[in-house]
């Protein structure tokens, strides 16, 4: 397995039986991915380092999707011999997902060509598996907790299986929890008895003391009322209710049903529903929301791919099609089911001078024609420097109507990079919903006579900065402190005051944000953003360089799991859009030997 593709097979060739493309939709990896991919790769074990079918890892441009699974963070490709990475498969928050993410997508290449089918067969009937032609993947599954993630429910048995496998290796306190079956068939069907544990540094652990833990799934979707309102040749505004099934309505009841909710061309809008007639905060069992749909949107009828139910100490419920009864109609006579269109060759960079904040800054304008039939509603752009060790830069920005232009505009005060950068990929809603983008190519290179997608070159300009940035904030890890409080010391309910202490400087940007990412006795993990007060200002106050101290507090939810939590991984920004990310968990392997 190699990054490195040779004169002896182009991307030409490794790209000719799925995506096509050449070497100028590519890149190398940063210097820090591979240093993930092969201490990840280790943790698996000895029988599973090689594969042969595993020939290949690539990495797409910085700031480009794939241009088949635009949301994907990665793609395998067991058939054609490799794995692509996009970059947001290493700019994740938490470094336990990246981690996640590589053993995931090696996993695929375990199913397709080291899984006989009698085990593959077994692991279907384990997860609830049945074909059907009305999903979209062709699958659906029977079951609806004993999965570890939402992608794990959504899609197929290979995936369920690849997410298993990979919290089995990274968390498998999360695997146990949600699905002992599945623990132990990885355990002893795929890993011949190896296991690992997942250890926190001990001193950035903490108890949490609980006579009533929660650990309940919330209850089942019993009733959906839809109501969608307007005229036939007018706005329309969807409100969505739903009620769960619970016994027990504190228990049994959720603090958020999310979803995601597509019209048949693919169209979509997310909803967060939210319970009614309750305390902000608290469980219900009936939850509402709405959303607003331009006369424009596709008509017919929308349907949600998977529903998410979620209280609040994190017990998930999945849901599908099959589960519930939905029919949601959108009588749209004015439909606009015409992606927005770039106007080839009318890409531009510029770049000025303004003052913000009494301060000089550099402001880069990129600017494109769009041809569009209805109305715009967002613009993006991604553009590159040349540094390695930097990612990309995304801007949202603005439709001229009156013109038919896009117009980005990035703010780039002198600790930002100096380089040449160019504009990598633009993206484009309209007001109905449709989406679009497209890549540019860089100038210097990377393109063949052989290649068979040709984009157009990308624009550049060069950036001169007079005190560039490009180190990452420091956290001083020996001066973080954690503590835990019950707030009901006399009958402890798991509500428990939480105190992190930190400290952290960095070079010439200054320090913007951290993600803590805690874990709980049963692998559940959750996120909580640190914000520095002035993180919108473009420069820092004071003297950034000097180490400041943190204090972050929370109240975990009653009902919290009992036993010891911790800081599983910690990751730093400055204004720069440098980061760092800091692990704190041991993966200890168990390698069992046979006699």
């Known amino acids: 397995m190699t990054t490195r593709i040779t004169d002896h097979m182009t991307y030409g060739e490794l790209t000719a039986s799925t995506t096509g493309e050449g070497a100028s939709r590519f890149q190398?990896?940063?210097?820090?991915?591979?240093v993930q991919l092969i201490?990840?790769?280790?943790?698996?074990?000895?029988?599973?380092?090689?594969?042969?079918?595993?020939?290949?890892?690539?990495?797409?441009?910085?700031?480009?999707?794939?241009?088949?699974?635009?949301?994907?963070?990665?793609?395998?490709?067991?058939?054609?011999?490799?794995?692509?990475?996009?970059?947001k498969a290493f700019l994740q928050p938490s470094i336990s997902g990246v981690h996640r993410l590589i053993i995931h997508e090696k996993a695929h290449f375990l199913w397709a060509h080291l899984f006989d089918e009698q085990l593959k067969a077994d692991w279907i009937e384990l997860g609830g598996w049945y074909r059907d032609v009305r999903s979209p993947s062709g699958w659906f599954t029977t079951k609806q907790t004993e999965f570890v993630s939402a992608y794990g429910h959504a899609i197929n048995p290979n995936e369920?299986?690849?997410?298993?496998?990979?919290?089995?290796?990274?968390?498998?306190?999360?695997?146990?929890?949600?699905?002992?079956?599945?623990?132990?068939?990885?355990?002893?069907?795929?890993?011949?008895?190896?296991?690992?544990?997942?250890?926190?540094?001990?001193?950035?652990?903490?108890?949490?003391?609980?006579?009533?833990?929660?650990?309940?799934?919330?209850?089942?979707?019993?009733?959906?009322s839809i109501r969608?309102?307007?005229?036939?040749?007018?706005?329309?505004?969807?409100?969505?209710?739903?009620?769960?099934?619970?016994?027990?309505?504190?228990?049994?009841?959720?603090?958020?049903?999310?979803?995601?909710?597509?019209?048949?061309?693919?169209?979509?809008?997310?909803?967060?529903?939210?319970?009614?007639?309750?305390?902000a905060g608290r469980p219900g069992t009936v939850l509402a929301g709405s959303f607003t749909l331009s006369k424009f949107a596709k008509a017919g009828y929308w349907f949600p791919a998977q529903v998410q139910i979620v209280d609040a100490v994190g017990n998930k419920r999945f849901e599908r099609g099959d589960d519930f009864g939905w029919s949601l109609f959108v009588n749209n006579p004015l439909e606009d089911v015409i992606p927005p269109r770039y106007v080839r060759n009318t890409a531009s960079l510029s770049k000025f001078a303004e003052a913000r904040e009494g301060r000089e800054i550099q402001v880069i304008r990129a600017s494109w024609q769009v041809e569009e039939n209805r109305g715009m509603s967002e613009c993006y752009a991604d553009i590159n420097d040349e540094l390695l060790e930097t990612y990309r830069f995304e801007a949202q920005g603005d439709y001229d109507s009156h013109s038919g232009r896009c117009v980005v505009l990035f703010l780039m005060p002198h600790y930002m990079p100096s380089s040449v950068y160019t504009m990598n990929y633009i993206r484009m809603v309209d007001i109905a919903l449709n989406r679009s983008g497209v890549y540019f190519r860089h100038p210097g290179g990377g393109l063949r006579e052989t290649d068979t997608v040709v984009d157009e070159v990308g624009q550049q300009i060069e950036l001169i900065t007079n005190n560039?940035?490009?180190?990452?904030?420091?956290?001083?890890?020996?001066?973080?402190?954690?503590?835990?409080?019950?707030?009901?010391?006399?009958?402890?309910?798991?509500?428990?005051?939480?105190?992190?202490?930190?400290r952290i400087r960095d070079n010439i940007a200054g320090f913007t944000q951290a993600f803590l990412n805690l874990r709980d006795p049963q692998g559940i993990e959750h996120g909580f953003w640190v914000q520095d007060p002035n993180r919108d200002d473009l420069f820092a106050s004071g003297d950034p360089s000097r180490w400041t101290t943190y204090t972050w507090t929370v109240v975990l939810p009653e009902g919290s799991a009992p036993g010891t939590w911790g800081l599983a991984d910690m990751t730093v920004w400055d204004r720069a859009e440098n980061f760092h990310n800091y692990n704190f968990t041991e993966i200890i392997h168990f390698d069992v030997e046979s006699d």
Not at 28 to 34: A, L, R, V
Not at 39 to 60: A, D, Q, S
Not at 63 to 82: D, M, Q
Not at 473 to 492: C, H, R
């Open 160 to 224: 369920d299986m690849a997410e298993s496998v990979a919290f089995f290796v990274i968390n498998p306190d999360k695997l146990k929890s949600r699905a002992i079956g599945k623990y132990e068939f990885v355990r002893d069907r795929i890993m011949q008895g190896n296991f690992y544990i997942s250890q926190i540094r001990e001193d950035l652990t903490f108890e949490v003391y609980n006579l009533y833990p929660d650990y309940v799934f919330p209850g089942k979707i019993r009733r959906v």
């Open 39 to 87: 201490n990840t790769f280790e943790e698996m074990p000895g029988g599973m380092h090689k594969i042969p079918e595993l020939r290949y890892l690539v990495c797409r441009l910085d700031g480009t999707p794939h241009p088949l699974y635009p949301g994907a963070p990665a793609v395998a490709w067991p058939e054609s011999g490799y794995i692509e990475f996009m970059d």
């Open 228 to 279: 969608v309102t307007g005229a036939s040749e007018a706005e329309k505004t969807v409100h969505i209710e739903v009620e769960l099934h619970a016994l027990d309505k504190v228990l049994e009841g959720a603090t958020e049903v999310y979803m995601r909710i597509f019209s048949e061309i693919g169209t979509y809008v997310e909803l967060r529903m939210h319970p009614v007639g309750v305390p």
């Open 468 to 502: 560039p940035d490009t180190e990452a904030p420091e956290v001083d890890l020996n001066a973080i402190q954690i503590s835990a409080v019950p707030t009901n010391p006399d009958a402890p309910n798991g509500e428990t005051l939480v105190t992190l202490t930190f």
């Open 28 to 34: 190398k990896f940063h210097s820090e991915e591979i």
